[in-house]
């Protein structure tokens, strides 16, 4: 009685019930399982098709490529015309991506599959995420970004591990998952917009005045964790696959789910911190995490490079819910998918451009020198993170 008498309630004030906000989070989930089930089998594409790791961390940016590309453009039309017109496209472009890699047999297929993961995944981090904010209603926002959060980052990791498992037959199973996905959206409880944002439509995305300094604390901290936990997936199933002398997905897939559930579980584990503390341990994990990273390639050992990627997931995933949780608090709904477009493209720059860099040089001078210069530079950008962090404006001291 009592769970009726809430979702009534929450009707009542024009709020969604509860089981709807969690419900919302679904197309997240299912989009980002897609994002890196291929991570697992690149290491068996590469042998089957031939190519070098520079080559590898290409395709891996091709992803990077159409999800900026289409933060460009998805969070401003999201806010104009409403999250639903975002999202279905979105889906039925992920369900290509699944048919393109599951027949892949060139690196042409593979760019392209990664470039139409991409695009959907920036429509889903933009208009999904605020959709997860507009089912939970003005009451429930720090509910809704630990849920968008924390979907994310779950989607994440669970794709590997089933690619791990089931190989290319996990494309298979993802279109199942997306098909949910497609019929969460054509019922979520969300309205059009009805004071739209006004502007061009296609443009780097912002915040509106007042809103920049929490959004560059965000940036500061997402941006290396989620960069480090880039260079795992993309160069990660290749030191793994050195240090153990084996092409197994499953080892790979593995150390990626693990990764992923440490973002998630980070982040309930501190979600009733206030913002500013969950931002500086952020920084704080992936600093450690780099400095285990090049121990691990110096050291050729499993369990430090284990760590570091433990380390690496739990400071994406700090720095993704402070992030999320600073915009929810400061910006308007008809500017939120915008807002959590440019934290994406803040922190997605970085994590295509520095893992490039890493793999070629890889091929240049060797995994280990590629690694720990990577490393170095990462955990710097961290320490500098959290010293803007730490300078930032008292609002995010609040819970």
Not at 118 to 142: C, L
Not at 167 to 177: D, P, Y
Not at 311 to 327: D, V
Request: glycine share 12%; net charge positive.
């Amino acid at each position: 009685m009592s769970g009726a008498r809430e979702a009534h309630e929450e009707r009542e004030d024009g709020a969604a019930p509860t089981r709807w906000v969690w419900t919302a989070a679904w197309p997240v989930t299912a989009v980002f399982v897609l994002s890196n089930a291929a991570t697992p089998l690149y290491v068996r594409w590469q042998r089957e098709i031939g190519f070098s790791k520079g080559t590898l961390t290409v395709i891996f940016a091709c992803y990077i490529v159409g999800l900026l590309g289409s933060l460009l453009v998805s969070g401003v039309v999201s806010d104009r015309v409403g999250r639903k017109p975002v999202l279905l496209p979105a889906l039925g472009l992920a369900m290509a991506a699944c048919a393109i890699f599951a027949s892949a047999s060139a690196v042409a297929a593979l760019i392209v599959a990664r470039l139409f993961s991409g695009i959907a995944v920036g429509a889903v981090v933009s208009a999904g995420m605020a959709a997860v904010t507009d089912v939970a209603g003005p009451g429930r926002r720090r509910l809704a970004a630990l849920l968008a959060s924390c979907a994310m980052v779950f989607g994440a990791g669970l794709g590997p591990l089933l690619a791990g498992v089931l190989g290319k037959g996990v494309f298979v199973l993802e279109a199942v998952l997306l098909a949910a996905a497609v019929l969460v959206v054509a019922r979520m409880p969300v309205r059009r917009p009805v004071t739209p944002a006004k502007g061009a439509w296609v443009r780097i995305p912002g915040v509106p005045r007042g809103s920049g300094g929490q959004l560059l604390m965000g940036i500061a901290v997402f941006a290396p964790g989620i960069t480090a936990t880039s260079f795992v997936l993309s160069l990660g199933p290749s030191l793994l696959s050195g240090l153990l002398d084996t092409t197994s997905p499953v080892a790979a897939g593995a150390m990626a789910f693990v990764m992923f559930l440490t973002a998630t579980g980070a982040q309930f584990a501190v979600q009733r911190l206030d913002r500013r503390t969950i931002l500086i341990a952020g920084a704080i994990s992936t600093t450690i995490g780099m400095g285990a990273l090049v121990a691990a390639v110096r050291a050729s050992s499993v369990p430090l490079l284990v760590a570091a990627a433990l380390l690496a997931g739990a400071g994406q995933g700090m720095g993704q819910l402070g992030g999320l949780s600073l915009l929810n608090s400061s910006v308007p709904a008809s500017r939120l998918a915008e807002a959590n477009a440019a934290l994406n493209v803040g922190g997605y720059v970085p994590a295509g451009v520095l893992p490039v860099m890493a793999g070629y040089l890889s091929d240049a001078a060797g995994l280990t020198t590629g690694a720990t210069v990577f490393g170095a530079v990462l955990m710097a950008l961290a320490l500098v993170g959290g010293l803007v962090v730490l300078a930032g404006p008292p609002s995010a001291r609040r819970k």
